[in-house]
């Protein structure tokens, strides 16, 4: 049994190699990310008597290339979460935090955990890749929040109240027709320096041109409302600019966001749990998608429990002798972005209220009991879970039991 502990960063990685009785074979030694140093740890790997296995730590994202190089060369290589290695008993009191510990460390965790670790495959590449967009599609729905922010903000000082004139969903590109509307109506003089007819014709016109739906006596409110509004910024060229290039912003970081999220969908169609996931209640083609990004595979949580203890939706324990607590408050020592993604999943269910559904009757309940907002919408999430797990640990072993037949 040969241990690889292997302790990544930013440009380099530690190793160290140990076997069972405290045995050391390579002291803890700095490998540089570039080909040539990784195929000089491939051949020294191989060259080693007896079963061999890397272990590392699935921090950020700079663990990726050395456990696809190493696993594309026949190596098993597995990834683990930083909080096993950070709570594995080290037997000393001493806590030392450098490369060359760490790296010590993992590899007694490989010892120790020899036979659980699961090993990095090309379906690790998938997930990975899908967790990396739904990252990316937080970072620019963030954007776009603020650059909507942004234009509101304009619009109170040109066309005040223009981003209530309508409400219809964003399109497949990521348009939507208020921020077209103000793109060419971004005055109010542009409306009513214009006759009723006259505005209601080009209004018209400019629906025709952009595909939407048109109403005489929508066109008719909008410049009732327009004839009383008071406008800080003058109708000139600067003005134009500046509402102009916001709604420009803001449309690309929407089409960037549409496309992101096809791209999310098609990804994690090709994964074995998509059917099961699609299908449960509250998950449509964006949170499905960063639901199984977050979560990941679903097997490597040995029960329910570990899954909801990495979401961190479970209830902690606070009891001492004769002390029994009841009220505990959950642990959330999980995934903030899991969390995130179960709280929009709770929260569409109790917008629909599908009484149908056993985790919005559960919601229901809790709710009906006089339990706080944060508290049943907790407790349906780490229903949710259980529930999730069930069923897509169930179907996952149906397709292996299938393809062993």
């Given at each position: 049994?040969n241990?690889?502990?292997?302790?990544?960063?930013?440009?380099?990685?530690?190793?160290?190699?140990?076997?069972?009785?405290?045995?050391v074979?390579?002291?803890?030694?700095?490998?540089?990310?570039?080909?040539?140093?990784?195929?000089?740890?491939?051949?020294?790997?191989?060259?080693?008597?007896?079963?061999?296995?890397?272990?590392?730590?699935?921090?950020?994202?700079?663990?990726?290339?050395?456990?696809?190089?190493?696993?594309?060369?026949?190596?098993?290589?597995?990834?683990?979460?930083?909080?096993?290695?950070?709570?594995?008993?080290?037997d000393?009191?001493?806590?030392?935090?450098?490369?060359?510990?760490?790296?010590?460390?993992?590899?007694?965790?490989?010892?120790?955990?020899?036979?659980?670790?699961?090993?990095?495959?090309?379906?690790?590449?998938?997930?990975?890749?899908?967790?990396?967009?739904?990252?990316?599609?937080?970072?620019?729905m963030?954007?776009?929040?603020?650059?909507?922010?942004?234009?509101?903000?304009?619009?109170?000082?040109?066309?005040?109240?223009?981003n209530?004139?309508?409400?219809?969903?964003?399109?497949?590109?990521?348009?939507?027709?208020?921020?077209?509307?103000?793109?060419?109506?971004?005055?109010?003089?542009?409306?009513?320096?214009?006759?009723?007819?006259?505005?209601?014709?080009?209004?018209?016109?400019?629906?025709?041109?952009?595909?939407?739906?048109?109403?005489?006596?929508?066109?008719?409110?909008?410049?009732?409302?327009?004839?009383?509004?008071?406008?800080?910024?003058?109708?000139?060229?600067?003005t134009?600019?500046?509402?102009?290039?916001?709604?420009?912003m803001?449309?690309?970081?929407?089409?960037?966001?549409?496309?992101?999220?096809?791209?999310?969908?098609?990804?994690?169609?090709?994964?074995?749990?998509?059917?099961?996931?699609?299908?449960?209640?509250?998950?449509?083609?964006?949170?499905?998608?960063?639901?199984?990004?977050?979560?990941?595979?679903?097997?490597?949580?040995?029960?329910?429990?570990?899954?909801?203890?990495f979401?961190?939706?479970?209830?902690?324990?606070?009891?001492?002798?004769?002390?029994?607590?009841?009220?505990?408050?959950?642990?959330?020592?999980?995934?903030?972005?899991?969390?995130?993604?179960?709280?929009?999943?709770?929260?569409?269910?109790?917008?629909?209220?599908p009484?149908?559904?056993?985790?919005?009757?559960?919601?229901?309940?809790?709710?009906?009991?006089?339990?706080?907002?944060?508290?049943?919408?907790?407790?349906?999430?780490?229903?949710?879970l259980?529930?999730?797990?069930?069923?897509?640990?169930?179907?996952?072993?149906?397709?292996?039991?299938?393809?062993?037949?």
């Open positions: 049994m241990a690889v502990g292997i302790d990544v960063s930013k440009g380099k990685s530690t190793v160290t190699i140990r076997q069972p009785g405290d045995i074979i390579m002291s803890p030694r700095d490998i540089p990310h570039t080909q040539s140093a990784i195929n000089d740890l491939i051949d020294l790997i191989r060259g080693l008597d007896g079963e061999t296995k890397v272990c590392m730590e699935h921090t950020g994202r700079y663990y990726e290339p050395v456990a696809a190089w190493l696993s594309d060369a026949g190596i098993f290589v597995s990834a683990v979460n930083p909080m096993l290695i950070k709570d594995f008993g080290d000393s009191l001493r806590s030392p935090k450098t490369d060359k510990a760490d790296s010590k460390k993992i590899a007694r965790y490989t010892l120790d955990r020899w036979a659980k670790l699961k090993q990095y495959g090309s379906m690790d590449k998938t997930r990975n890749q899908l967790k990396t967009m739904n990252r990316q599609f937080g970072f620019y963030a954007h776009k929040t603020a650059l909507k922010n942004n234009l509101i903000a304009l619009l109170d000082q040109t066309f005040p109240g223009a209530d004139f309508f409400d219809s969903p964003a399109r497949s590109d990521g348009s939507q027709k208020w921020v077209d509307f103000v793109y060419t109506y971004w005055h109010v003089d542009c409306v009513r320096s214009k006759s009723l007819d006259a505005f209601t014709e080009h209004c018209r016109n400019w629906c025709k041109r952009k595909g939407y739906n048109f109403s005489a006596a929508k066109a008719a409110a909008i410049y009732q409302l327009s004839s009383d509004m008071i406008a800080v910024f003058p109708k000139d060229d600067s134009k600019l500046l509402v102009r290039q916001a709604v420009a803001l449309n690309t970081a929407s089409e960037t966001l549409e496309s992101l999220r096809v791209k999310m969908d098609e990804t994690a169609s090709t994964l074995p749990e998509y059917p099961v996931v699609m299908a449960m209640n509250g998950v449509g083609p964006t949170l499905g998608p960063q639901l199984m990004a977050e979560i990941g595979d679903v097997t490597r949580f040995t029960h329910r429990g570990a899954l909801t203890a979401a961190g939706v479970d209830p902690g324990n606070d009891e001492s002798g004769q002390h029994v607590r009841k009220s505990v408050p959950t642990t959330k020592k999980g995934s903030p972005y899991l969390r995130k993604t179960l709280f929009q999943i709770m929260d569409g269910l109790i917008k629909r209220s009484v149908d559904d056993p985790v919005y009757a559960f919601m229901d309940k809790k709710r009906a009991q006089g339990k706080p907002y944060y508290v049943y919408m907790t407790a349906g999430a780490n229903k949710f259980r529930i999730y797990y069930g069923r897509v640990k169930e179907y996952l072993s149906a397709l292996a039991e299938a393809e062993n037949i």
